[in-house]
C-alpha cells in the first residue's frame, strides 16, 4: 500500500471512531459533564448496573430484538423460496416491490400507520388499548422482512436448482431436501438477514415510538426522553458496553469464516 | 391441506391479539418526564420501588420528552395510563379536551402539604384535576468571564456584541414567550399581530445565535462555548458544579413559570392506585427524594422548609418576590394560534 492511500484508511478509520473513542473515554469520567474530563472512574458503569429503568429497557430492546430477528428470518426464508419457485416473473415483482414497501417507507409513516391500523384492530376485538408488546413486535417484524427477503433471495438463486431436484432423486423428501441441502447453501444469506434484522430492531426508535404501549419502552426511546435533563454518563457506559460485545462477537464469527475457509481450502 | 394450514395460521394470528395482556397482579401505570422522578442512584431513595414495597402494587414506569409527544400517545388511544405528569398548558388542554378525570381529594390527604401559591392556577382554576409535582422558572444564564457586565434582562439575547456567543431555546413556545418579553407582550396572546412581531424579533437575533438547542446547553455552557443561554433555574445549579464561571439572572421584563402536576387520565383502568401515588408522592421524604434529585423547586411546604434539605432557601430555585419579576404561567393556546407559531417558528428557522 502506498503512503497516501494508507493516510487514506487512516482517515477513514478516525472518522468512523472518533466519536465512538471520545464516547467510551467519557463513560470512565468522575464527574457528570459531558464535556470536561475530570478523572478516571468507573462510578458511570455501577450506577448503570443500579438503574433499573434502564436494564428493564435493555431487558425489553434484547428480548425485543431476538424475537422478531428469528421470526422474521423463518417467514422471510420461506417467503424467499416460496417466491424463487414461482414461474411468472410480472407476479414476483410486484409481490417483491410490495413487501419492499416497509423498506421504501419513511419510518414514521410506517410507525402511524401501523398505530392506526393496531388501534382499529383492538377496537374491533374489543380491547381498546392494545398497544403493547405484541404489536411493537409485530412493527419490527413488518419492517425486518423486506430485509431477510433481499438477502435470501440472490443467495437462492445462486443455488442450483437441480440440487433439491437430485437429493430427492437419492430418495430425500422434499423438505428433508431443503433442509439438507438448499439451507446450507443458502445459510450466509440467511445469517446476513437475521443480523441485519437484530439490528435494524435493535435501534430502531420512530417505529416503535408509535406502536408500543405501557410498560414495554425500549433503550432508544428511554434514552430519548432523557433529552429534557440530560443524558448522562451512564449511558456512554451503557453504549460502550454494547459496542463492545458487538466487537467482540464480530471478530469471533470473522475468526469463525476464515477458520472454516482455510479449513475447505485444505481439504480441496 | 395446504389450505388447511393458512387458516389454521391466521387463526392463531387472530387469536392471539385478542388474548395478549391479561392481568393478574394488580399494576400502576405512571407516564413521567425522563430523569424526573428519585431511581435510588447514588443510595437516594428508589421512589417507585418504595411505593410498590409499601403498597403491594407493582408500578410500571415509563418516560417522554416532551409534552407534545406524551400528548400524541394518549390522545392516540391505543394506551392507558393511570398517573401522567404534564406541564401547566397540557393539563389544561387535557382538560378541555375531556382527557382528565376529577381526583378525589379526600383520598390525597398529603394535599394540605402544596403551598398556597400553586394552589386555583390558571390551568385548574379550582384545583379539580392536577396536583402539583414540580416548580420552577425560566432564566438567563450567563458566563461571567465572556460578558462584560451581567446582563439584567432578556436583551442581552439581542446584544450585538455577543454575536455566535448567544444560545438560544430550541422550542417555539419558550422562544417566542422570550421575544415577547423584550417587546412587552403578554405570553398567552393570541392576535395575530402579537406573534407576527415576536417573529420579527426572533428572526433580528438569528445572525447573533450560535444555536438553538435543548439540552446540548449543558455541555455549551460548561464548556464555555457561549456567553448567554436562556434555560431553567434548577439546571443551571447542574451547570455550575462543572463551571464555577456561570451565573445566573431573572431577567426583568419577566419570566415564564412552569408547573409540572400529576392527573389521571380519563381512561385509567386503576384510579384508586392513582391517587394513592400521587399522595404516596407529597409524603415529606419522598417529596424531598425528589427534589433531591431533580433539582427543581418543588411545591411542597415539608420539604422546602426541610432542614436537611441541601437547596434549602437557595435563592435561585427559591428565590425572593423582590428578586422575582413579574411571571406567567402558559395557557393552553388556541389551535388557530398555535399553527400560527408552529408556522412562524419555521419561518424563523429557515430565515
Redesign the interface.
Known sequence: MKIPSKIYTALIFIFLYAPIAVMILFSFNSTNSTGLFAGFSLKWYSVLLGNKNIMKALTNTLVLAIASAGISTVVGTAAAVGLDKWKKSWLRSSVMGVTNIPMMNPDIVTGISMMLLFVFMGQIVGRKEILGFQTILIAHITFCLPYVILSVLPKLRQTDVHLAEAAQDLGCTPVRAFFKVVMPAIMPGILTGMLMAFTLSLDDFIISYFTTGPGFQTLPIAIFSMTKKRVKPDMYALSSLIFVVILILLVLTNVAQARGESKRNKKN | MKKNLCLVLAAVM?V???L??CEKKP?L?V?N????IS????GSL?V??AFEEKYGIKV???????NEVMYSKIK??????DVLIPSDYMIERLIAEDMLQKIDFSNVPNYKYIDAKYKKLPYDPNDEYSVPYTVGCIGLIYNKTMVEEPPAGWSALWDARYEKKILMINNPRDAFAIAHSVLGIDYNTTSEADWQAGAAKLKEQKPLVQAYV??EV???M??GEAALAPYYAG?FL?MR???ENLGFVYPEEGVNTFVDAMCIPK?AANKAAAELYINFMLEPDVGLANAEY?YYASPNTAVVSNPEYSLKDDPIIYPDDASLPKTTIFTNLPTRTLNQMSNLWDEVKLH
Open positions: 387472530l392471539s391479539i385478542a395478549f395482556g399494576t401505570y407516564y418526564w425522563g430523569e424526573y431511581d435510588g442512584e447514588d428508589d417507585n420501588k410500571v414506569y415509563d418516560t417522554f420528552e416532551n392516540g388511544g391505543g394506551v392507558k395510563y435543548n439540552d449543558f455541555n455549551k460548561e464548556l439546571d447542574t458544579d462543572n463551571n381512561n431533580i
